[in-house]
C-alpha cells in the first residue's frame, strides 16, 4: 500500500489564524506579517491567514483585515489566501480585504456545534446557502469539526458525516475538511472515513485537518494519504487548538508532516531547513508552547 501514495502533497498552513487564536498575549501585527512571510519564503503556498470574526470574541485576530490587506498586496501573486469566517458578515469583511477563499466551519456533533458557533445544523446549513449565494465570486470550503470524534458525544459516527456532507455538497460546495477537532482518532478510523467518503462523493474534494491531542498526528496523516487524501492542513510549531474542545491541544506541527513526507519523497514544495527557521521566529514573537518533534530534534543536522 505504501508503493501507490501520492508523489505530492498540498499543505495549508493554518498556524496564522487556529495556531494564533488562543494565544492570550497580542501578537503585533508587523510580528505576525513577519512569521508569514518567512512561511512564504520557506515554500509554503496555501495559508488560512486569519479568522473575520468579532474582535470581543478573539481579540488575537481583530488585525484582520490589515493582515490580509498587506500579505494579498505583497505576495498575493504568489499564494493562496483563505480566511475563516463565522456568518455572511465575515464573508463579506473578508472579500473587502481581498479574500477570495473563505472556510466556514459546521460541526458534525450537534452539542459541539451549539458550543462553537451557537447554531443548530439547520441554522448553519442556512447561513452557508446565504453566504454561497450573496458571495458567487468567493470560493467556499467548509470544514467537518468533530469528524470523528465530539468532547461532549464521544465517538461520531461515520453516517453523521456522510449525511452532512450530503447537506453541504447540494449548496454547491466542493471542497471539505474532515477535522479531528479533538485530535483523538486512529489511524483504522481516519482510513475508514477516508476511504468510505471519497467513494460515497466522488465529485468533492476531501482534506484532513488533523490534531496531535496523542501523538497521532503523523500516524493518522499517513492513514489519510494512504487512502487517497493529499491536502492537509497544519500548524507551524504545533500551534492552535479549538476552545470550545476541552483538552485539545495543538494541530499536527507543519514542520513533522515536511519532514515525514520528504523523507518519503513526496514532494511538497516547502523547504524543510527554512521551515524550522520560522519556529525560532515563532519562540520569539509568540508567547505559546510549541508542539512540534522538529523543532526539538537534535539530530536534523548531521542526518542532511
Known amino acids: 500500500m505504501l508503493d501507490s501514495l501520492p508523489s505530492q502533497v498540498t499543505i495549508n498552513e493554518v498556524g496564522p489564524r487556529d495556531g494564533f487564536q488562543n494565544v492570550a498575549v497580542f501578537i503585533p501585527t508587523g510580528e505576525k506579517i513577519a512569521i508569514v512571510e518567512q512561511l512564504i519564503d520557506a ?73 462553537n458557533i451557537n447554531r443548530t445544523h439547520e441554522e448553519s446549513l442556512a447561513e452557508l446557502a446565504k453566504i454561497v449565494d450573496s458571495l458567487p465570486g468567493m470560493k467556499v470550503r467548509v470544514d467537518l469539526a468533530t469528524a470523528f470524534a465530539c468532547p461532549f458525544e464521544g465517538w461520531t459516527s461515520v453516517d453523521s458525516v456522510y449525511d452532512l456532507t450530503e447537506k453541504v ?15 483523538v482518532a486512529t489511524p483504522n478510523r481516519v482510513s475508514r472515513l477516508s476511504v468510505g467518503i471519497r467513494q460515497a462523493f466522488p465529485a468533492l474534494n476531501f482534506g484532513l485537518h488533523i490534531h496531535d491531542t496523542r501523538g497521532m498526528g ?35 506541527a507543519t514542520e513533522d508532516l515536511v519532514n515525514m513526507l520528504s523523507g518519503m519523497n513526496i514532494a511538497t514544495g516547502v523547504d524543510l531547513e527554512k521551515l524550522i527557521a520560522v519556529v ?25
Open 43 to 115: 515554500g509554503l503556498k496555501n495559508f488560512e491567514l486569519t479568522s473575520f470574526v468579532s474582535p470581543k470574541a478573539i481579540p488575537q485576530l481583530a488585525d484582520a483585515a490589515e493582515l490580509c490587506r498587506t500579505i494579498l498586496e505583497r505576495h498575493g501573486d504568489k499564494i493562496n489566501a483563505s480566511a475563516l469566517i463565522p456568518n455572511l458578515k465575515g464573508a463579506q469583511s473578508a472579500w473587502e480585504a481581498g479574500i477570495r477563499e473563505i472556510a466556514c466551519v459546521i460541526s458534525v456533533s450537534v452539542s459541539h456545534n451549539k458550543a
Open 169 to 183: 455538497a447540494r449548496l454547491g460546495v466542493k471542497d471539505i475538511v474532515l477535522a479531528d477537532t479533538i485530535g
Open 280 to 304: 525560532g521566529l515563532v519562540n520569539q514573537k509568540v508567547d505559546a508552547k510549541t508542539n512540534s518533534h522538529m523543532s526539538q530534534s537534535k539530530l536534523y543536522e548531521s542526518l542532511k
Open 218 to 252: 503523523l500516524a493518522n496523516t499517513l492513514s489519510g494519504l494512504m487512502a487517497g487524501i493529499t491536502t492537509y492542513e497544519t500548524s507551524i510549531a504545533g500551534l492552535g487548538g479549538c476552545p470550545f474542545a476541552p483538552g485539545a491541544a495543538g494541530n499536527t
